[in-house]
Nanobody, 125 residues
Framework: QVQLVESGGGLVQAGGSLRLSCAAS????????MGWFRQAPGKEREFVGA???????NYAESVKGRFTISRDNAKNTVYLQMSSLNPEDTAVYYC???????????????????WGQGTQVTVSS
């Protein structure tokens, strides 16, 4: 079982950048697929992107080309590098961990059994 803690959120102007971190505890971090999701007030949680245990990535169309997910298995940490931010990116961002087979269900929140507490990202116009 893995535990997750997000950090790096804050207030940024439109066009700026932020890097979020998700630190994991557990002996088998390298076996997990890691996903990033976000939720704005009054809206449903939506998929942002994910990285498999083998390093393959997938992104929502709305963030493709602007956001990059990476992982450092030696540090048990996954990162979300966000660039060219706009006010529509304002949300609480969550990281999540899941065991997957062949990346099955990597875009589906129900695939993920463990979630972090979330970190607030606010983009001002």
């Amino acid at each position: 079982q893995v535990q997750l803690v997000e950090s790096g959120g804050g207030l940024v102007q439109a066009g700026g950048s932020l890097r979020l971190s998700c630190a994991a505890s557990g002996r088998t971090f390298s076996d997990y697929a890691m996903g990033w999701f976000r939720q704005a007030p009054g809206k449903e949680r939506e998929f942002v992107g994910a990285i498999t245990s083998r390093g393959s990535t997938n992104y929502a169309e709305s963030v493709k080309g602007r956001f990059t997910i990476s992982r450092d298995n030696a540090k048990n940490t996954v990162y979300l590098q966000m660039s060219s931010l706009n006010p529509e990116d304002t949300a609480v961002y969550y990281c999540a961990a899941a065991h997957t087979f062949g990346g099955w269900g990597i875009n589906d929140a129900t695939t993920y059994a463990t979630w972090g507490q979330g970190t607030q990202v606010t983009v001002s116009s």
